[in-house]
């Protein structure tokens, strides 16, 4: 268990300000040329977007924030090593029940349906 305190900061500085800004603008970049290059390949334009996303990532990645974001994103890396999955047995028996459990369910509530429908009609045609 983590037992760092974090002591909320005050704002943004000016520096992070500015690369969340250019962080912003590449994305930007990138979806705007997708528009605008409509006569290049659609393959080529999509390489541009992820460029242009990847570019913002890796400059809000050098702000403070892009710090916490990395640092709790190592941890729950560390923390998915803990986890105890369920075995392929395991994970096909659950979907079973759920799949009984909804089918049961969505009867009875067809059930419900057509009795309040019959309901209906039937203080309807008085």
């Given at each position: 268990?983590?037992?760092?305190?974090?002591?909320?900061?005050?704002?943004a500085?000016?520096?992070?300000?500015?690369?969340?800004?250019?962080?912003?603008?590449?994305?930007?970049?990138?979806?705007?040329?997708?528009?605008?290059?409509?006569?290049?390949a659609?393959?080529?334009?999509?390489?541009?977007?992820?460029?242009?996303?990847?570019?913002?990532?890796?400059?809000?990645?050098?702000t403070?924030k892009?710090?916490?974001?990395?640092?709790?994103?190592?941890?729950?890396?560390?923390?998915?090593?803990?986890?105890?999955?369920?075995?392929?047995?395991?994970?096909?028996?659950?979907?079973?029940?759920?799949?009984?459990?909804?089918?049961?369910?969505?009867?009875?509530?067809?059930?419900?349906?057509?009795?309040?429908?019959?309901?209906?009609?039937?203080?309807?045609?008085?």
């Amino acid at each position: 268990m983590n037992s760092k305190v974090e002591q909320p900061g005050s704002s943004a500085s000016g520096g992070d300000i500015v690369k969340y800004v250019l962080a912003l603008a590449l994305v930007a970049a990138g979806v705007f040329a997708f528009y605008w290059f409509s006569d290049w390949a659609t393959v080529l334009r999509g390489l541009v977007v992820a460029a242009g996303l990847i570019a913002g990532a890796v400059v809000f990645l050098t702000t403070a924030k892009g710090a916490q974001t990395r640092e709790f994103l190592s941890e729950s890396r560390f923390e998915l090593r803990k986890v105890v999955w369920p075995t392929r047995q395991e994970a096909l028996r659950t979907t079973w029940v759920v799949m009984i459990a909804v089918l049961i369910l969505s009867l009875i509530l067809a059930g419900f349906d057509v009795v309040i429908q019959w309901a209906v009609k039937f203080l309807l045609q008085r």
